[in-house]
């Protein structure tokens, strides 16, 4: 009932910066929020940041905080994620996810929907 697309991976050097973009479309009248995961190789999913939908409240991780910037844009239906001062540790794919379940907003288990995942190379 609703897709998500991503968009604004790629390749950068320590302490460059990269946006995500992720746009959603179909039934999202209903969304009570949006965050960013990522999944490193090897590694378990791990939350990075989100955003209720509303009032634009936000969470972070404690290993973005600082560093990374979630945002959207309601006319777009679109939620980013300004990712600054990138180390490899930021290496992984990016995956895109919303609920419409009224909850914690930083557990994966929560986000009925997601994208396909974008790939983020941070090189020394």
């Known amino acids: 009932q609703v897709q998500l697309v991503e968009s604004g991976g790629g390749l950068v050097q320590a302490g460059g910066s990269l946006r995500l973009s992720c746009a959603a479309s179909?039934?999202?009248?209903?969304?009570?929020?949006m965050g960013w995961f990522r999944q490193a190789p090897g590694k378990e999913r791990g939350f990075v940041a989100s955003?209720?939908?509303?009032?634009?409240?936000?969470f972070y991780a404690d290993s973005v905080k600082g560093r990374f910037t979630i945002s959207r844009d309601n006319a777009k239906n679109t939620v980013y994620l300004q990712m600054n001062s990138l180390t490899p540790d930021d290496t992984a794919v990016y995956y895109c996810?919303?609920?419409?379940?009224?909850?914690?907003?930083?557990?994966?288990?929560?986000?009925?929907?997601w994208g396909q995942g974008t790939q983020v190379t941070v090189s020394s």
């Open positions: 996810a919303a609920t419409t379940r009224i909850g914690s907003v930083v557990h994966g288990t929560q986000y009925e929907y």
């Open positions: 955003i209720i939908w509303s009032g634009a409240s936000t």
């Open positions: 179909g039934r999202t009248f209903s969304t009570y929020a």
